[in-house]
T-cell receptor
Framework: AQSVTQLDSHVSVSEGTPVLLRCNYSSSYSPSLFWYVQHPNKGLQLLLKYTSAATLVKGINGFEAEFKKSETSFHLTKPSAHMSDAAEYFCVVRPPLGFGNEKLTFGTGTRLTIIP | EAGVTQFPSHSVIEKGQTVTLRCDPISGHDNLYWYRRVMGKEIKFLLHFVKESKQDESGMPNNRFLAERTGGTYSTLKVQPAELEDSGVYFC??????????????FGAGTRLSVL
């Protein structure tokens, strides 16, 4: 079984300040973890993924996330927020490849607002 | 290369009517997935096709939902008869087969279904 908890439903930061979106997961195996982003009227876009390689994962648009097994966390960060980062962000878990199960399990989403 | 395309973008129907949603995956992608987000809830898995075969339909809520993928290309999701609780955003995703998948599912923009 697997589950994801996004600890904040809404986060507001000022432009140019750091972003932290928190995610904790629960899994009975070593999962693959993802962050997806959805801008208004757009599809879900993959930001980054962790699949048991390096624990610090770099994604697009300056985002990165660190996999911490001891804390079962996969928080998303960005050093300096930009207005274009305003969107909804989803933390996602899935079983590793070869597990015979490809369904993604989503968190409830965090809506990021950027204050000018 | 075209991404995952979903039609319509928005559908408004009355309770008891039938609605058919369509998904065109990325060309050449054998895997096709349907997900749904009911308002205020997380995005949840509905089912997974490999080509024209249903690999996993464990997330389908009840027998009012029928998914098809004739010929292994586009897929349709029919809701008949629609109920109020079916309102939400229906997402489709696709990925290539095997190692080419790289553990990534590519999403469409979704169809927003409103049942009145």
């Amino acid at each position: 079984a697997q589950s994801v908890t996004q600890l904040d439903s809404h986060v507001s930061v000022s432009e140019g300040t750091p972003v932290l979106l928190r995610c904790n997961y629960s899994s009975s195996y070593s999962p693959s973890l993802f962050w997806y982003v959805q801008h208004p009227n757009k599809g879900l876009q993959l930001l980054l993924k962790y699949t048991s390689a390096a624990t610090l994962v770099k994604g697009i648009n300056g985002f990165e996330a660190e996999f911490k097994k001891s804390e079962t966390s996969f928080h998303l960060t960005k050093p300096s927020a930009h207005m274009s980062d305003a969107a909804e962000y989803f933390c996602v878990v899935r079983p590793p490849l070869g597990f015979g199960n490809e369904k993604l399990t989503f968190g409830t989403g965090t809506r990021l607002t950027i204050i000018p | 290369e075209a991404g995952v395309t979903q039609f319509p973008s928005h559908s408004v129907i009355e309770k008891g009517q039938t609605v058919t949603l369509r998904c065109d995956p990325i060309s050449g992608h054998d895997n096709l997935y349907w997900y749904r987000r009911v308002m205020g809830k997380e995005i949840k898995f509905l089912l997974h096709f490999v080509k024209e075969s249903k690999q996993d339909e464990s997330g389908m809520p009840n027998n009012r939902f029928l998914a098809e993928r004739t010929g292994g290309t586009y897929s349709t999701l029919k809701v008949q008869p629609a109920e109020l609780e079916d309102s939400g955003v229906y997402f489709c995703a696709s990925s290539p087969r095997g190692a080419l998948a790289k553990n990534i599912q590519y999403f469409g923009a979704g169809t927003r279904l409103s049942v009145l």
